[in-house]
């Protein structure tokens, strides 16, 4: 479709301003089981959206098709628009002054052939069903790999673009062991296809499934408790909505009106850093075209900042934080959002505790837990620690908390942040109480 | 949308490099999103689908992708390019598309393109209004409104050309209560694979009640002792704990690769004896219904256990192969953009012999689960875990104080056999599936169920 055609009869038609955003991917995905390539999958997609301020209210339209008539799409688009009864206020961004430039990176996709990369798999396998003999099943080893181009062009002149590449192993590994079963999945996201390191992803599935091995309940009290990493970033990606422009609005967060205002501990500082080098997520531009730049959300402790699209900054009377990104509709989202890192390791966090837990893994959070309140319950796996060691593995338990609660009760930050690949991250946190359910 | 002289062609293309087996799967979808907060309409969004994926199989190996363009140049390029990752001599497959007419178990009367927003949106309103309305305590109530229309052609290389229609509605409200500072959500759904007659049929103003009644009950309520305890898991919904607990570990997706706690366990005891769960595609007009699964396949009623005993698998066309294992009308994907597997449609236990009155009159001290949350399982495992969204004591066979904040969790070989009572008033609830072939509308049931012996986790003190 000639995108300048339809912004020109869209304003021909009365249309106050207009956006077409663009996005073309391109992606392989390879999955082995046992020695075999299983599935292999060549995706490309051509997706445009456009979005148009019509008597005051902006409508969203998406389509694949390219022969859409133009016509179609800009009365779809007012009828959408007539429908909206909000008194928000919406904004067709012209462009920043200046945006950041990001560190080229090289990705090196396309010059591996295909042959390669399934043998990366192959090895992958190979080293995994090698490094421990309970490893009875190894259900998903794939290579994906994704190169994506953003367009954004509008009736304010805006015409900039954007492209990530970036490629993912995955490996999932079942250990049995005396009637006990324990899996352990890892998955790396690199921007560059040399830093994909079999060995080490093999190593850790593995270690996660086996250790686990025998793995039982605990007695159900409140017990000291480290969130690993990983489990720690998922925590807070469950909760991330309290700080978003788009729950203010929807008075879904009980952060409203606390800006400026001790909501953690002193030692807590949540970051927001579309810059970040080495994330999949990083980008000098947000999806409505304004500048991203690094934030504090939650500084000493003190609440900062909503993380704002066009949209919810104008409601709050605010600038955009450049945190617009593209769902549905835009809505304000973290871009590499995560709670920054402390000095003692995770090992210097255990041997400082005489009984407590050590948890690798909270499950369910998408249904166990209450972003408005704070509160969840989640079941949970880990280790149970004793004077300092780790015991034995534990699971089937269940961990209850509230989130904001929980970030005043902190015994020690953890140095080992870990930023996921959906661009949410945390250290392990050391906290000095929580209720812990089980058999 | 493509025909079939076109979709001869490429599948032909398709086998030219030693494959078994080769389909097309087009679709051309609309879909629109509406929301009301605090009683403005607030979104109006449309999106449209319009891809087509090919697929080729050479024994259980699989070759797969997609593309935006309908024209037989692109479909050709890709047909060539997949087939080209499948190495080996054509086997000179011959076969001559047959148009296949699917079955009626879905229909709409009043299709989604055939209604004004506005039209739409007065649902909305008046399923606002009632939620709204109910209490001083309800502080926002959010309402959602989802429709699609996806066509869809399915052809492939054993003869197959079968288009179809689906048409999903589901209208929803959250209510959030605000008791003392302490604020709570509550929210269900109305779906079915219907058109808009749905909501005509129901009583949007008593179910906008019970949401907002459950809301400001869950306000008021207290936090949830963990523990172990008898749990009374009420209809509708609770139906989430098969899905979750056991159907999952029973797709093809994890039992061909022996990833499956339920492996090997055809034909042995796997739930108690009052224990049957069937898994029915056929249910007229209900959201996990379709007249022909994603693979063309008429969909079938699963009996999955029966009287306790493992019956069946979910089973797609490639794992069939693997499996040897018929195919149980179950493949089915998100859209054009995932390869199809076997799923669930609508999921449940089959009514017992007790009655609701008679488990909780049964039952001295215990959990009743009146509401589920979602949930779910490591298949490898079998751990699950569940959200408790409304639910109370009982207390010497009477329900007694409301209870916020609890998850059940478990594993799915101990829960089935924990199962001692099942009631006679099975109903549904619906949900979103998430798994490997995306996420899919899929419907949850049962009858009030008791379970022995679960754990339940919660932040309340003892």
Known sequence: MDFQKLIKKAKEEQIEDIEVYCE???????????????????????????????????????????NMDIEKVIAKLKENANSLTTLEEFEIFGGSESYPELPKVESGLDKVSLLDKINLLKETEKIAKGLDKRIVLLPSCSYSEAHSKTTIVNSKGLNISKSTEYAALVLGAVAQENGSTQDGFEVKVVLKYDELDPKSIAEKAVKQAVSMLGASGVEPKVYPLII????????????????????????????IGKEGEKIMQDCVNIIDDPLMPNSPNSQPFDDEGVACYKKNVVENGVFKTFLHSLKTAKYFKTKSTGNGVKQSSIVASGINLYIDKGNKSKEDLIASTKEGLLITDLSGLHAGLNPISGDFSAQSSGYYIKDGKIDRPVTLIVVSGNFLKMMNDIEEIGSDLFISPSGVGAPSIKFRGLPVSGK | ????????????????????????????????????????????????????????????????????????????????????????????????????????????????????????????????????????????????????????????????????????????????????????????????????????????????????????????????????????????????????????????????????????????????????????????????????????????????????????????????????????????????????????????????????EDIIKKTKFGLFAKKMGGGSVNPSTGEFNFAVNEGYMIEDGKITKPVRGATLVGSGAEVLLNIDMIADNLSFGHGMCGSASGSIPTDVGQPTIRVQNMVVGGRGAK
């Open chain 1, 24 to 66: 073309e991917n391109k992606n392989l995905r390879i999955e082995l089981f046992n020695g075999e390539v299983e599935k292999n999958s060549l995706q490309n997609s051509n997706v445009v959206s456009v979005r148009a301020i019509y008597n005051g209210k902006m409508a969203y339209l998406t389509f694949e098709d390219e």
């Open chain 2, 1 to 356: 949308m493509i025909k079939k002289e076109i979709c001869q062609q490429v599948l032909e293309e398709c086998l030219k490099t030693g494959g078994d087996f080769a389909e097309i799967f087009a679709e051309d979808t609309c879909k629109n999103n509406y929301e009301l907060t605090g009683g403005k309409v607030t979104q109006a969004n449309t999106q449209n689908l319009h891809g087509v994926a090919i697929r080729i199989l050479k024994g259980f190996k699989e070759v797969n992708g997609y593309t935006n363009d309908f024209s037989l140049d692109s479909m050709l390029k890709l047909a060539k390019s997949l087939s080209e990752a499948v190495s080996g001599e054509n086997l000179g497959i011959k076969f001559t598309l047959q148009e296949e007419k699917p079955a009626c178990i879905v229909k709409a009367i009043k299709k989604p393109s055939s209604l004004t927003n506005d039209e739409k949106i007065a649902y909305m309103k008046k399923l606002y209004n009632a939620t709204k309305e109910y209490s001083d305590e309800v502080s926002q109530v959010i309402c959602t409104l989802t429709d699609e229309e996806q066509h869809v052609l399915i052809a492939n290389t054993l003869g197959k050309y079968i288009e179809d229609d689906r048409h999903h509605v589901r209208l929803g409200a959250n209510a959030i209560a605000n008791y003392n500072g302490q604020m709570q959500t509550a929210s269900d759904t109305i779906g079915g694979n219907s058109g808009y007659e749905l909501f005509d049929d129901k009583d949007l103003v008593k179910f906008g009640q019970d949401i907002a009644k459950a809301a400001v009950t869950m306000a008021h309520a207290d936090e949830m002792v963990g523990g172990v305890y008898t749990v009374v898991i009420h209809n509708g919904f609770g139906g989430v704990l098969l899905h979750e607990a056991c159907v999952h570990s029973l797709e093809a997706t994890s039992v061909a690769k022996g990833a499956s706690v339920f492996c090997g366990k055809l034909g042995q005891k796997i739930a108690s004896d009052i224990v049957t769960a069937i898994d029915d595609g056929t249910r007229e007009n209900q959201w996990g219904s379709l007249n022909c699964d994603d693979e063309g396949n008429p969909t079938h009623k699963n009996v999955l256990i029966e009287n306790g005993i493992l019956k069946s698998y979910l089973v797609d066309y490639r794992n069939s192969r693997k499996m040897n294992h018929p195919i149980t009308g179950s493949s089915r994907r998100q859209n054009y953009r995932y390869s199809p597997t076997s799923r669930m449609t609508n999921t449940f236990f089959a009514p017992g012999n007790d009655s609701f």
């Open chain 1, 228 to 255: 690993e990493n990983e489990a720690m970033s998922s925590l807070l990606g469950g909760f991330s909505s309290m700080f978003m422009g788009d729950a203010a609005i929807k008075k879904l967060t009980s952060l």
